[in-house]
C-alpha cells in the first residue's frame, strides 16, 4: 500500500514559485514536484505548466516503465511553446523531480537540483545528484559533499527546463524495486538545503505515519530557516507497505 503527504511553503518570499502533486491511474501513482526559477520570472508558471503536463500525460499512460521519457519531453515543448506564446523565452525556467510507480517499482528522473531520495532501514540508500555548479565540484572531489548547502554557488544550475535542448538533459535512474524501498521523499532545494540528511532519517525512524513523517521534517526545516531569506520549500513524503 501507498501513503503520501504533501507539503509546499513559501518560506519568505512574496510568491511561491514550487508546485507538486500526486496522480493517480489504476493502482499506479505519479509523484510530480518542480521548482521555478525565480531569478528568471515567471517561475510560478513554469513549475505549474510542467507539473500539469506530467499529470494529463500520466492519465493517458498504461505503464510506468516507459513514461518518464516522453513525460520529459512534452513538458519541455509544452513549456518552450508557452515561452514562445507570450515573448518569454528568457523567462519561465524549472527544475523537475518525478517519481512513478506501479506497487513493484519506482521509476525516477529529474532535471536541476529539486531530488529524490530513497530509504531502507531508516537510512538513505540512493538519491539523485543534482545538476548544480557545487555538485560538479564534488564530483571532481573539489569540495566534499557536505559543503553543497552552503556553497555561495549553491543556486547555479547546469540544467534545468525551459532552456531549449540540442539532446535531453533529464537524467533516468534504475528502476528501485519497491521491496527494497521503505520510503521515499522528493523535495525541493529550499527544502533538502535546511534539513540533514541523518534528520531525515531519525524522524523516519521515529514516526508512525507518513504525515507525522512530513510534519517532523518540515518543522526542522522551519526551525533552521528562521531569521534567514528562506526560499519556497516542498516536498513531497512517500511511504510504501515496507515500513
Known amino acids: 500500500m501507498i501513503t503520501y503527504s504533501i507539503y509546499t511553503s513559501a518560506g519568505s518570499r512574496p510568491v511561491n514559485e514550487d508546485s507538486a502533486a500526486v496522480f493517480e491511474n489504476n493502482g499506479r501513482y505519479c509523484f510530480i514536484l518542480c521548482d521555478g526559477l525565480g531569478g528568471h520570472g515567471m517561475g510560478d508558471a513554469a513549475s505549474q505548466l510542467v507539473t500539469r503536463c506530467f ?6 499512460s498504461d505503464s510506468c516503465g516507459d513514461f518518464l521519457a516522453p513525460a520529459f519531453e512534452i513538458a519541455q515543448g509544452s513549456l518552450l511553446g508557452e515561452q514562445r506564446r507570450l515573448g518569454a ?20 528522473g529529474h532535471v536541476g537540483d529539486s531530488r529524490f531520495y530513497c530509504f531502507r532501514r531508516n537510512k538513505v540508500k540512493m538519491r539523485t545528484l543534482d545538476h548544480s555548479v557545487p555538485q560538479m565540484l564534488v564530483m571532481s572531489r573539489e569540495i ?8 555561495p554557488d549553491r543556486s547555479l544550475l547546469l540544467r534545468v527546463m525551459g532552456v531549449p535542448w540540442e539532446e535531453p538533459k533529464y537524467e533516468l535512474e534504475k528502476p528501485v524495486p519497491l521491496h527494497k524501498c521503505q520510503a521515499f521523499l522528493l523535495c525541493s532545494d529550499g ?10 532519517c531519525s524522524t523516519l525512524k521515529n514516526s508512525n505515519n507518513v504525515q507525522e513523517w512530513l ?19 516542498t516536498a513531497i513524503a512517500v511511504w510504501t507497505d515496507q515500513k
Not at 499529470?55 to 493517458?60: A, I, L
Not at 523565452?89 to 525516477?108: H, L, N, P
Request: with cysteine; aromatic share 8%.
Open 215 to 233: 510534519m517532523s521534517m518540515s518543522e526542522i526545516v522551519r526551525r533552521n530557516g528562521e531569521g534567514r531569506d528562506m526560499d519556497n520549500n
Open 144 to 151: 566534499k559533499e557536505s559543503e553543497i548547502r552552503n556553497h
Open 191 to 200: 527544502f533538502w538545503e535546511l534539513i540533514e540528511e541523518s534528520d531525515m
Open 89 to 108: 523565452e528568457r523567462k519561465m525556467k524549472t527544475t523537475a523531480v518525478c517519481a512513478v510507480t506501479d506497487g513493484a517499482s519506482a521509476f525516477i
Open 55 to 60: 499529470g494529463e500525460y500520466f492519465q493517458q
